[in-house]
């Protein structure tokens, strides 16, 4: 399967598991699974054919671990960054390392300082153990800045800190007390 293929299935299944399942007429369960033959049979009926092969493939080849399937294969998540409210991941709370890294763009920087990290349209902050990581993530909205997050201080004063199946630390807003600017 040809790599921008993949992508652009990627890039819909991310719309429909993490942020809008109703664009083709689907719902989430709690914890964010969808049957796997109704998303394949919606997504048809709505210009978006996928076959189980392609959909294994992206699975299979994200370079992020974007998505699981359940244990029976039946249904699929996305592992991390949703919006759609109340997807529960059933993460449990763990103890994050020292320091964890935020890519943003400089021109959010000032209004970082002013209030802080804040989830914005998604139901966490997404944080990194790799520095490299966050400069990826930085690129996506323009000149990259890598932010320094004090995540086992935090994490000591009551913040709690979950770690996605994919390895994403994931936790609510950052208070700028804990974020170190370059
Ligand atoms: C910024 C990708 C102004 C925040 C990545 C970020 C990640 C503020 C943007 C995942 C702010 C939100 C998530 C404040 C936060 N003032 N700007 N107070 N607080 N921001 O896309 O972390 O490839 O929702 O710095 O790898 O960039 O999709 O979050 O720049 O893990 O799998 O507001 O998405 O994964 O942007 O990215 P996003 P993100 P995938």
Do not use: C
């Not at 109340?86 to 020292?98: G, H, I, K, S």
């Not at 959010?108 to 998604?122: N, Y």
């Not at 944080?127 to 993530?137: D, F, G, I, N």
């Amino acid at each position: 399967m040809s790599k921008s293929r993949l992508e652009s299935t990627s890039k819909f299944l991310s719309l429909i598991l993490r942020h809008a399942p109703e664009t083709i007429g689907i719902q989430l369960d709690a914890n964010g699974w969808a049957d796997v033959a109704e998303l394949l049979e919606k997504a048809a009926q709505h210009g978006k054919p996928i076959t189980r092969e392609l959909l294994n493939e992206v699975v299979a080849t994200s370079d992020k671990k974007r998505f699981a399937f359940s244990a029976d294969e039946q249904s699929i998540r996305a592992n991390q960054g949703h919006s759609v409210a109340a997807v529960d991941l059933e993460l449990r709370p763990t103890p994050p390392p020292p320091v964890l890294y935020h890519g943003t763009a400089s021109r959010f920087v000032d209004s970082i300082k002013a209030t802080g990290l804040r989830s914005q349209s998604r139901n966490h902050v997404h944080l990194s153990s790799q520095m490299e990581t966050a400069v990826s993530v930085g690129k996506r909205h323009g000149s990259p800045v890598v932010l320094t997050i004090q995540a086992q201080a935090m994490h000591a004063q009551g913040h709690p800190f979950y770690l996605s199946e994919n390895g994403v630390w994931l936790t609510a807003d950052v208070p700028a007390a804990f974020i170190g600017f370059p």
